[in-house]
């Protein structure tokens, strides 16, 4: 030991010798850019920590790292000057350790050292730090943010190099960490099973995978396994991957929104809530509902949570969650999982402006990102998981139904319905200031619906409604007047056919009992409805003909709200079961000439009921377009 010490003292003085002879002329740069501070050590990176920096050394020595850097591997080592951090932080009066020996070796022995022999240059350089973590190393003689040491640099050992720091370097949190500190700060009582990090950091879906391509191993043991000195271990998270947000790749970049274990058992039971599947109607057993519960619950309450930043070219407009172009969450629709911090031109008229990011309160730079941690959700239920349902009668998804207790599936609806769109164009005039009519405004509105023509008296038809939750909904039938399949381009406005319609409404929830799909016992109820204009029959609905907006264009669509339903059962990812609605016209042979039997149908809508946000009062005989941020159509106008 005596002979390493003085083998590293010389070298040292002679280098420190050649410094005096520049340091009256040369600035730190000039310093080092006339190669003067390389160092020679007669000995390995660990004896050379242990001459030049100890308390770094003992903490190595401590936490079984020492070997390899005492090994044939090569490692450059940054290490914090004694007194620049707290020793007994990590290491006891005898040498123990006392903190977490995996954080220890990961967060702060591994943070410091990097494979292969990394001199400081007149180049900035840039490497992977043994514990995945992106390394700098600039010319002007700093690592990170801890400045090197202008003598004791460029320390060339047996396997490696060796560089003293004015300060140790501050561990950089990426995302998925973040979720796991903050866990561990969190003093939430039933953390444990309900929260984040209970979730994502379960082992079920929380696996890495050894990439043995880029570890490095130095032989095998008695049994013939290798001996691993750097394990380069892969994440796989599968929920994460589900949900295209790998916060744990340092090479990515997103926004994330982290709640506390309270948030998150709050959004949770909110989500459970709404998840109440019954196992009699699914052929299930309880067990495997509750599964079913739990995993929507989870992925509810993780729902647009994670925004990847270079897929957000104008994220200070408007932000885009990973699950917006997820096909395995099965949303489509481009408005889903869009938050509006103001509002664009093309912004659907049924999202509100959110500005979550606004709500989240301060922001926490990591390695990969930006981390908002919240006690509460910046989103509500409706905006995040539970959604408004459209079900668009020219999708097919109209079944024509029996009467009494069983209802019939009819394939092949094509026979029964002639599906019709196209574009309705509506003009009034323009008049300037004096009251000269100058030209016209031109209204050009696209339609689509399904033209319902009976053979013979009534008709009643049904629509699938799938993926709805065991929530209250408001329920809405969207129809086309009856003279917009007419040649209105050429026919008089006193010879269209305006005739209202007549109907009543009823949810039907359904149940299988081992008979073949479609078969559906009766569950559901006549939706009670306030009392109907005109003194006519309970539970009849009467459109209003011709509707117009406040500039005096014929509307096409005619929304009548038809009610509020709670549904006991949900049947979200459940394609072969849900609900139906069904629509059934009341017209008596006598009152053909005043209302028409047949209808045009646009769509259904279940808006979900937020019982959070103020009560919105309906009157039976509304039946116009919903503007503003309250309801959209197909044909709504831009």
Request: glycine share 6%; charged share 25%.
């Amino acid at each position: 030991m005596n002979n390493i010490k003085n083998t590293f003292r010389v070298g040292f003085a002679v280098a420190a010798g050649l410094v005096a002879m520049y340091s009256c002329t040369d600035t730190w740069d000039d310093h080092y850019n006339a190669g003067l501070s390389t160092l020679k050590f007669n000995g390995t990176t660990m004896q050379a920590l242990e001459e030049t920096a100890p308390d770094f050394a003992k903490v190595v020595k401590a936490y079984g790292f020492s070997r390899e850097l005492s090994s044939d591997n090569t490692y450059t080592v940054w290490a914090p000057a004694d007194g620049t951090f707290d020793l007994s932080d990590y290491v006891g009066s005898n040498g123990e350790r006392v903190a977490d020996s995996a954080e220890v070796v990961n967060d702060f022995i591994k943070n410091h050292v990097a494979l292969y022999s990394l001199s400081l240059t007149p180049t900035d350089q840039s490497f992977s730090l043994l514990n995945k973590k992106r390394g700098t190393m600039t010319a002007d003689g700093m690592f990170g943010h801890s400045k090197i040491d202008e003598q004791k640099n460029n320390i060339s050992c047996q396997n490696g190099i060796l560089h003293v720091i004015d300060a140790p370097s501050p561990y950089a949190y990426n995302l998925f960490e973040m979720i796991a500190k903050q866990y561990k700060e969190d003093p939430e009582v039933g953390k444990d099973t309900l929260s984040l990090y209970a979730y994502l950091y379960d082992e079920k879906v929380n696996k890495d995978t050894l990439i043995e391509g880029k570890s490095v191993s130095r032989g095998v043991d008695a049994d013939g396994n290798k001996i691993w000195v750097s394990k380069y271990m892969e994440k796989n998270n599968t929920v994460l991957k589900n949900h295209d947000a790998r916060l744990y790749e340092e090479d990515s970049l997103f926004i994330a929104i982290l709640p506390t274990a309270k948030a998150w058992a709050e959004r949770y039971k909110k989500a459970e809530s709404l998840l109440v599947f019954n196992p009699s109607e699914d052929n299930r057993s309880a067990g495997t509902c509750d599964s079913l519960t739990r995993h929507y619950a989870n992925t509810f309450a993780m729902t647009d949570l994670y925004y990847n930043k270079n897929a957000n070219e104008h994220w200070q407009d408007s932000l885009k969650s990973t699950d917006y172009y997820n096909a395995w969450h099965g949303v489509n629709d481009w408005t889903q999982h869009v938050y509006y911090s103001k509002e664009p031109k093309d912004m659907p008229e049924d999202r509100e402006i959110n500005d979550i990011l606004a709500k989240a309160g301060d922001p926490i730079e990591c390695s990969n990102g930006t981390a908002y941690i919240v006690d509460e959700y910046p989103m509500t239920a409706v905006e995040q998981f539970f959604k408004k349902i459209k079900v668009r009668a020219s999708d097919g998804v109209v079944n024509k139904l029996g009467s009494g207790d069983n209802w019939t599936y009819t394939k092949g609806v094509q026979k029964s319905f002639a599906v019709r769109s196209g574009n309705f164009i509506s003009r009034i005039p323009v008049y300037d200031e004096e009251g000269e009519e100058v030209g016209t405004d031109a209204l050009r509105q696209p339609y689509s619906f399904i033209d319902v023509v009976p053979t013979s008296g009534n008709i009643t038809i049904g629509f699938n409604v799938s993926n709805t939750l065991s929530g209250t909904y408001d329920i809405y039938l969207v129809t086309c007047p009856i003279w917009l399949k007419d040649d209105y381009n050429n026919i008089d406005i006193s010879e269209w056919d305006v005739r209202p319609y007549r109907f009543t409404a009823t949810v039907i929830e359904r149940e299988n009992e081992g008979k073949s799909i479609g078969q559906f016992p009766t569950k559901g109820k006549t939706l009670e409805n306030p009392e109907p204009i005109d003194e006519k029959q309970k539970n009849i609905f009467l459109s209003q003909g011709m509707m117009y907006d406040e500039n005096g264009h014929i509307l096409v669509n005619d929304t009548t709200y038809l009610g509020q339903y709670q549904f006991k059962n949900a049947y979200y990812g459940r394609p072969d079961y849900g609900v139906i609605i069904q629509i059934a016209s009341s017209i008596l042979s006598s009152q053909r000439k005043d209302f028409s039997n047949e209808m045009l149908i646009s769509s259904i809508i279940l808006k979900p009921h937020d019982e959070d946000a103020p009560a919105e009062v309906i009157e039976a005989s509304e039946a116009k377009m919903r503007k503003g941020n309250q309801l959209t159509t197909s044909n709504i106008r831009k």
